[in-house]
């Protein structure tokens, strides 16, 4: 009989700049100075402007939906600050800042959550898929795009996101186990935000972490404080750069939280214990930042106050344009491929010829 261990890994969790501001030199990264971590924070607070601003139109219905993404700021400008210009982005819905960041206008964003279509033309010649709502749909797509990248030797990774319950799907262990096996340049991260709308981590999976679910893939993973944008740049940036140089996936859970609701149709009151939130107050990833530059004299009330009026003019101007939009009911028939299928063509002749859409 033999008894040998034949698996052994380990899950690293890292944090660099905690909840006082406090940074831990031996781990802060040698390519972050002052000057990176003042742009990521003033990006921060225009995510959390651009999210007040969605919230607020969707209460006076000038939007739809809106699914915010309060409190989990510095995973997503992190990460975005990580990615290289070739790199191909996926999102799922929630990554209002990472679009931002890749240079997606804030106008099709606005017109996206007024429910029109046009807000989901991709907007060439940037790199990225549009939002997939249904949940870890996009982890394949995003599995197939890193073969093309390995295949056609362009040098440019795909990063992907999924929250903590997508992890849950079929769909996200089919993606990283082909990845797995192709050794593609694609970077998952999770962000494990708590919540998948009224489900809480603990009773989405067992697991102790959800990073560890890359092991079964023959994949790396790791956590990462989600919180602190330093942690994060840095987790993304060395993992974009290994999955691209030893050609292999790699999954990073980002630890947060979802400070607000799901989406605005969604109340967390009704399940949600308050004493949690304020936990996660404390952990505000703006705040940790704030105290960071503030005690290097780099940041003070007024730099806030100038930075907040400038991001509601900036926004106000793309809303005034969004605003002004006029949406073409036909175009939910166009875009969808790259050439129009005789299936659709008929459909939008018969709608046409119906006048389903010309009307008021
Ligand atoms: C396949 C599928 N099942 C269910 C839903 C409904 N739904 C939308 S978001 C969501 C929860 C997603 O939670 P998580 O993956 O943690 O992402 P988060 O919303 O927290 O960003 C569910 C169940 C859906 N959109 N698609
Ligand atoms: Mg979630």
């Known amino acids: 009989m033999v008894v040998k261990q034949v698996f052994d890994d380990k899950i690293e969790y ?6 006082n501001g406090n940074a831990d030199a031996a781990l802060f990264p040698k390519d972050v100075d002052d000057a990176l971590v003042l742009r990521m924070y003033k990006r921060m607070g225009f995510a959390r402007d651009f999210d007040a601003k969605l919230l607020s139109l ?26 290289g210009e070739k790199d191909i982005f996926v999102p799922s819905f929630r990554q209002h800042a990472v679009q931002i960041e890749r240079g997606i206008p804030l106008e099709l964003l606005f017109i996206y959550w007024m429910g029109f279509e046009e807000g989901c033309v991709v907007s060439k010649p940037l790199r990225y898929l549009t939002n997939a709502v249904p949940v870890s749909t996009q982890l394949p797509h995003a599995s197939g795009i890193a073969f093309a990248q390995k295949y056609n030797n362009t040098g440019a990774a795909v990063v992907v996101y999924v929250g903590d319950g997508g992890t849950s799907e079929g769909d996200f262990y089919e993606a990283l186990n082909f990845a797995g096996v192709w050794k593609v340049p694609l970077v998952v991260i999770i962000e494990n935000n708590q919540w998948a709308i009224s489900i809480p981590r603990a009773k989405q999976s067992a697991a102790l972490t959800l990073a560890q679910k890359a092991f079964a893939a023959g994949i790396e993973g790791m956590q990462v404080d989600g919180n602190d944008v330093v942690a994060v740049y840095k987790a993304v940036k060395d993992a974009i750069r290994r999955s691209l140089s030893e050609g292999g996936p790699f999954v990073i859970e980002a630890i947060t939280y979802r400070m607000g609701m799901h989406t605005t149709a969604d109340d967390p009151t009704k399940y949600r214990d308050s004493s949690d939130e304020a936990i996660w107050k404390n952990r505000d990833p703006l705040l940790r930042i704030r105290k960071y530059l503030s005690a290097k004299n780099l940041w003070d009330d007024d730099k806030e106050r100038e930075l907040h009026e400038e991001n509601v003019k900036t926004l106000d101007a793309a809303l005034e344009k969004a605003e002004k939009f006029v949406p073409d ?24 010829a119906a006048g389903y859409w010309l009307g008021d």
């Open 14 to 19: 890292i944090s660099i700049i905690d909840e």
């Open 58 to 83: 969707q209460r006076q219905g000038r939007a739809v939906t809106y699914a915010p993404l309060l409190g989990e700021e510095a995973t997503q400008i992190g990460s975005a600050f990580a990615m």
């Open 329 to 352: 009911p036909s175009s939910v028939f166009k875009n969808v491929y790259s050439f129009m299928p005789d299936v659709l063509s008929s459909e939008l002749s018969a709608g046409e």
